[in-house]
């Protein structure tokens, strides 16, 4: 599976982004549907994620009440609503497939998903 992410750019402090991500060649359908995230120097961390059955979702706390993960099935796509953005947001986002429909407490495990997509730079200035 290839991951399309995009949506990216430079935004000013509390401005917004919606990050979208899409398959090539493939439909999604009972699997996981993951984001997260690596700023400079750090390691990637989880931001979201969301079951494309049903809809679950789950937040890492730093984004919580911020970010708005969502699916859209006629459109085959899933978005990342970023609002409120600070500097330290920035990063480069990854969207990321787990094609094993894992449990919801693995969902922020990195190593649950299979398929990651190239990533999209999100930059907030200060």
């Known amino acids: 599976v290839q991951l399309q992410a995009s949506g990216g750019g430079l935004v000013q402090t509390g401005g917004s982004l919606r990050l979208s991500c899409a398959p090539s060649?493939?439909?999604?359908?009972?699997?996981?549907l993951g984001w997260f995230r690596r700023a400079p120097g750090k390691d990637r961390e989880f931001v979201a994620a969301?079951?494309?059955?049903?809809?679950?979702?789950r937040y890492a706390d730093s984004v919580k009440g911020r970010f708005t993960i969502s699916k859209d099935n006629a459109a085959n796509t899933v978005y990342l609503q970023m609002t409120t953005l600070k500097p330290e947001d920035t990063a480069v986002y990854y969207c990321?497939?787990?094609?094993?429909?894992?449990?919801?407490?693995?969902?922020?495990?990195?190593?649950?998903?299979?398929?990651w997509g190239q990533g999209t730079q999100v930059t907030v200035s200060s």
């Open positions: 060649g493939r439909t999604f359908s009972g699997q996981v």
């Open positions: 969301i079951r494309w059955s049903g809809g679950s979702t």
């Open positions: 990321a497939v787990d094609a094993q429909n894992s449990i919801w407490s693995s969902w922020s495990t990195e190593d649950k998903y299979d398929y």
